[in-house]
């Protein structure tokens, strides 16, 4: 069995072409936000943040024969605990890299941290819209508090990401709620209608709507904050999902394990 670590639109993908080529698949994500996995009797999912002990004891458990992580460029911590797990199971880490978006131009501001890009975007003295999700949000509500400049946050209508924002103490009228990516339709009629003069991403690449956030941003005269990528383990790492899955095919051989007749697996 594979452990599938994902939550972006790479997973499904990922993890019925790791079923057609036979594995049995876990699919791993930290929340139960609605998520396509493939509709594959080989494909299961579980949900819950994994500590290194939990995803240890999981991968044992459930005798996973390789860690394959196509989560978020910079989801770091389940990606730094993913290596570290298959260090001391002895098993094979593959992982998927987005590619990065590549649209950006010298007129852009980035930022190696989000307390640099905080600083950066309300300096320019505009409201902000922040679209980098319900993480790391502390840097930019008291830079908003400091500077006495409007803040908007787009984040999703998910548990998890409403008590983030209740929690950094962001109000209800703060919030902008969705899924993205949007459209540049979208985008611009978020710019136009909460007066935006700074928009805030991070380098998600295509599958994460930078260019329709950028376009948009353009569109509308609004100046665009970058929060660069953290440092990716390449070691294992590809820019394809087809490459990478030949990859785990060539290392990695699925056992056999039969599937039953009602879809369930013959282990």
Known sequence: MILLLGGTSETSPTAVRLAEEGYSVLVSTATDAELEI????????????????????????????????VTHPYAMNVRTTAVLVAVRADIPYFTFIRPSSGCFEEDMLMAKTHEEAAALAFAVGKPVL???????????????RRTGISLMVRVLNQGESLAACQKAGLSANQLILGR????????????????????????????????????????????????????LNSQNGYNSIEEMVNAIVLNSKPAQEPILMDGSLGI
Not at 48 to 69: H, K, Q
Not at 132 to 138: A, F, K, Q, V
């Open 130 to 144: 922040l679209t980098t999700g319900s993480r790391n949000l502390d840097p930019y509500v008291q830079a908003s």
């Open 38 to 69: 493939g509709n594959h009797p080989g494909i299961s999912r579980r949900t819950g943040r994994l500590t290194e002990a939990d995803m240890l004891s999981l991968v044992r458990e459930r005798g996973i024969s390789a860690i394959v992580d």
């Open 180 to 231: 993205g990516p949007f459209t540049v339709s979208e985008n611009r009629a978020t710019i136009k209608t909460h007066n935006v003069g700074v928009l805030v991403t991070k380098d998600s690449g295509i599958q994460g709507g930078v260019e329709e956030k950028i376009t948009a941003a353009r569109l509308e005269s609004c100046k665009v904050v970058i929060v660069q990528r953290p440092d």
